[in-house]
């Protein structure tokens, strides 16, 4: 529950973030450190709870909050610095290990969902960015999904949960494409 609420309280912090300039990004992340505190504190507080034998048992009860927890660090990443969040770095911001054998740790799966939840957000950015005039962004956003799109394609993925994820990046894809055509075609005609 307490996991949960820290992740409204983060969204709450950071919901601007689709209609900021550049250095309003700054201010919303300096505004979501203190909330990555709280949300460090609750992970820790889940681990001691439940031992590393029973993680995947689990695993169900915060996997969800978790996937949307990484999704926004993710999204705020990249609008601060133009790249992706490695799984490292995201681990890190949560506070709990990276590999299965050192416990409470962060499912690969969880990560590449965040990812993949990111990308629906950056699609509603481009849209925003062109709404308030901003034609230099949806390029920048376009060839970094081309990127993710690129390197999930590489991954050979069953017929589960991520993969359906996966099929809704295609769109978000084709989506982030069309505002940068129409943008193309924006500048031709001025």
């Known amino acids: 529950k307490y996991l949960i609420l820290c992740f409204l309280t983060f969204i709450s912090s950071q919901s601007q973030h689709s209609f900021c300039l550049q250095s ?8 979501t450190r203190d909330v990555e505190v709280e949300i460090q504190t609750q992970f820790q507080k889940l681990s001691e709870a439940v031992p590393p034998s029973l993680f995947f048992k689990y695993h169900d009860k915060w996997k969800s909050v978790t996937q949307q927890i990484i999704s926004k660090f993710c999204v705020l990443h990249y609008l601060e610095f133009g790249k992706m969040l490695s799984k490292l770095d995201t681990s890190n911001k949560l506070g709990i290990c990276t590999e299965a054998n050192e416990g409470f740790h962060l499912v690969l799966e969880d990560y590449l969902i965040g990812i993949l939840m990111m990308v629906t957000e950056l699609s509603r950015y481009t849209v925003n960015r062109v709404t308030a005039k901003d034609l230099e962004t949806p390029e920048k956003v376009a060839n970094f999904v081309r990127e ?6 590489m991954l050979n993925l069953k017929n589960d949960y991520l993969r359906k994820r996966y099929d809704s990046l295609k769109y978000d894809v084709k989506k982030i494409e069309e505002v940068v055509y129409d943008v193309a075609l924006r500048k031709l005609n001025n």
């Open 24 to 31: 309003g990004i700054s201010n919303i992340t300096s505004k």
């Open 148 to 153: 993710l799109d690129a390197g999930f394609k």
